[in-house]
Nanobody, 115 residues
Framework: QVHFVESGGGLVQPGGSLRLSCVAS????????MYWYRQSPGKQRELVAA???????TVKDSVKGRFTISRDNAKNTVYLQMNSLKPEDTAVYYC?????????WGQGTQVTVSS
């Protein structure tokens, strides 16, 4: 059974940092394109960053220079390093893994940026 489990969220002050992790199980992780999405109350879920199975990276313009996505295939894990956090980064962050035939989501982890 496919599972993606996020961790690392929490409450942080503006300007602070967090590192989110998403651990996969039940999959051949290296074949998956991995995505981080976020959703704030009253807003649509939006793509924050993506890393392909080959290592290609895409990052949302508003977080470029602050957020970094990476993966460790040996640990079945994708990371989202978030620096210089702003209140508008407050959201539930979701991990999503896809192949041509599979699409699976984690349960989400809350990130709150507030003083």
């Amino acid at each position: 059974q496919v599972h993606f489990v996020e961790s690392g969220g929490g409450l942080v002050q503006p300007g602070g940092s967090l590192r989110l992790s998403c651990v996969a199980s039940g999959v051949i992780f290296r074949f998956y394109n991995m995505y981080w999405y976020r959703q704030s109350p009253g807003k649509q879920r939006e793509l924050v960053a993506a890393i392909s199975s080959g290592g290609g990276i895409t990052v949302k313009d508003s977080v470029k220079g602050r957020f970094t996505i990476s993966r460790d295939n040996a640990k079945n894990t994708v990371y989202l390093q978030m620096n210089s956090l702003k209140p508008e980064d407050t959201a539930v962050y979701y991990c999503n893994g896809r192949t041509l035939s599979l699409d699976s989501w984690g349960q989400g982890t809350q990130v709150t940026v507030s003083s």
